[in-house]
């Protein structure tokens, strides 16, 4: 079984400031079945990142994800307010077929 | 546009068998590569994959809850069920369904949620 690590688990950063996420897999993980989502409190996962580094339809730009193999990225180049969230990877492919991470939350320092 | 609700009880008595119904809109599953997929989230807790059904029928289960989960779809009424037996407490979470496309691998599109309590 896969197994996702999400780190850190807090990350206290201010408006403007990059955040860089990191989801390592205990096995090798196909880039083509890597991906991010963004939840808001009260909210449903909002698919950000698909094949790694691909954006889902309508998300900016500042949003991009990196890796291969056991390692993988997402990266928020500068924050704005609303992207305040807890954050999860994802992988597809291997037994659990789909898996996920345990999430990083990114709050306002 | 594609657009996902989920359906069922809020409350469940441990032992008794959830019935969760998604209801879609702006695709079909009869469509090559489509599929629908179920994803939990205890209250604070990260997201977990249940279940997944692709356009073919082929039907996919997290190996750890295979053996009380069943999935199916109804293509003419744009529904696919859940069902998940011997319900406990630790089954207590907010319930997702998501169109996904098996290429991608990712669920793209979800429903709102709908949260189930299992309580006697």
């Known amino acids: 079984e896969i197994v996702l690590t999400q780190s850190p688990g807090t990350l206290s950063l201010s408006p403007g400031e990059r955040a860089t996420l990191s989801c390592r897999a205990s096995?090798?993980?196909?880039?083509?079945?890597l991906a991010w989502y963004q939840q808001k409190p009260g909210q449903a996962p909002r698919l950000l990142i698909y094949g790694a580094s691909s954006r889902a339809t309508g998300i900016p730009d500042r949003f991009s994800g990196s890796g291969s193999g056991t390692d993988f990225t997402l990266t928020i180049s500068r924050l704005e307010p609303e992207d305040f969230a807890v954050y999860y990877c994802q992988q597809y492919g291997s037994s659990p077929e789909w898996t996920f991470g345990q999430g990083t939350k990114v709050e306002i320092k | 546009q594609i657009t996902l609700k989920e359906s069922g009880p809020t409350l469940v008595k441990p032992t008794q068998t959830l019935t969760l119904t998604c209801t879609f809109s702006g695709f079909s599953l009869s469509t090559s590569g489509v599929g629908v997929g179920w994803i939990r989230q205890p209250p604070g807790k990260a997201l977990e994959w249940l279940a997944l059904i692709y356009w073919d029928d082929d039907k996919r289960y997290s190996p750890s809850l295979k053996s009380r989960l069943t999935i199916t779809k109804d293509t003419s009424k744009n529904q696919v069920v859940l069902t998940m037996t011997n319900m406990d407490p630790v089954d207590t979470a907010t319930y997702y369904c998501?169109?996904?496309?098996?290429?991608?691998?990712?669920?793209?599109?979800w429903g709102q949620g709908t949260m189930v309590t299992v309580s006697s």
């Open positions: 998501a169109h996904q496309l098996k290429y991608v691998g990712a669920f793209d599109i």
């Open positions: 096995q090798s993980v196909s880039s083509s079945y």
